[in-house]
T-cell receptor, first 113, second 110 residues
Framework: DAGVIQSPRHEVTEMGQEVTLRCKPI?????LFWYRQTMMRGLELLIY????????DSGMPEDRFSAKMPNASFSTLKIQPSEPRDSAVYFCASSLNLGNTIYFGEGSWLTVV | QKEVEQDPGPLSVPEGAIVSLNCTYSNSAFQYFMWYRQYSRKGPELLMYTYSSGNKEDGRFTAQVDKSSKYISLFIRDSQPSDSATYLC??????????FGTGTSLTVIP
């Protein structure tokens, strides 16, 4: 079975540009999480959805970040405008019914110069 | 104070050694405790999951939870070079939020 699929795997962009990260959760999973990982802060939860509905977005750092889940098999995380401090690895993860077993994608490595 | 504290290492051991990885936490509401393994440039993958206090064994891996001390451990017996990775602890209360440690980098030298 395919795991969580993220794209792009790597993105280098200039400050001020819009960045869109994409995620396809595991088929049948109804909970989706967006995390950001940095050396300094580790894994931070940005937002999570259950049944396509955003449940908690308190981890979204500021209004430049937005996330959508238009259907059960697709989610986006958008940063507009991007800043160098947004450089990090962004992980999407999914689970069944907000269970304890969450499965991570391979991450999107973002560099903002 | 962070919810979950984890020594970042790095930890370097010879092949065959017993490895001990640890996390401490401050929130007594945590009920579920997990260990994830993350290989370089990959996503974390669930290794072990325990509920409340006690031990759980899976092959060469043993997870231990001491809620009275707010301390969890992961032991790896007969460590192998393929165990070289970053290990993250994660915890959860009865709610939906997961709290992750920052990870301990482990290298097992052949």
């Amino acid at each position: 079975d395919a795991g969580v699929i993220q794209s792009p795997r790597h993105e280098v962009t200039e400050m001020g540009q819009e960045v869109t990260l994409r995620c396809k959760p595991i088929s049948g999973h109804n909970s989706l999480f967006w995390y950001r990982q940095t050396m300094m802060r580790g894994l931070e939860l940005l937002i999570y959805f259950n049944n396509n509905v955003p449940i908690d977005d308190s981890g979204m750092p500021e209004d430049r970040f937005s996330a959508k889940m238009p259907n059960a098999s697709f989610s986006t995380l958008k940063i507009q405008p991007s800043e160098p401090r947004d450089s990090a690895v962004y992980f999407c993860a999914s689970s069944l019914n907000l269970g304890n077993t969450i499965y991570f994608g391979e991450g999107s490595w973002l560099t903002v110069v | 104070q962070k919810e979950v504290e984890q020594d970042p290492g790095p930890l370097s051991v010879p092949e065959g050694a017993i490895v001990s990885l640890n996390c401490t936490y401050s929130n007594s509401a945590f009920q579920y405790f997990m260990w994830y393994r993350q290989y370089s440039r990959k996503g974390p993958e669930l290794l072990m999951y325990t509920y409340s206090s006690g031990n759980k064994e899976d092959g060469r891996f043993t997870a231990q939870v001491d809620k009275s001390s707010k301390y969890i451990s992961l032991f790896i017996r007969d460590s192998q070079p393929s165990d070289s990775a970053t290990y993250l602890c994660a915890m959860r209360p009865t709610g939906n939020q997961f709290y992750f440690g920052t990870g301990t980098s482990l290298t097992v030298i052949p």
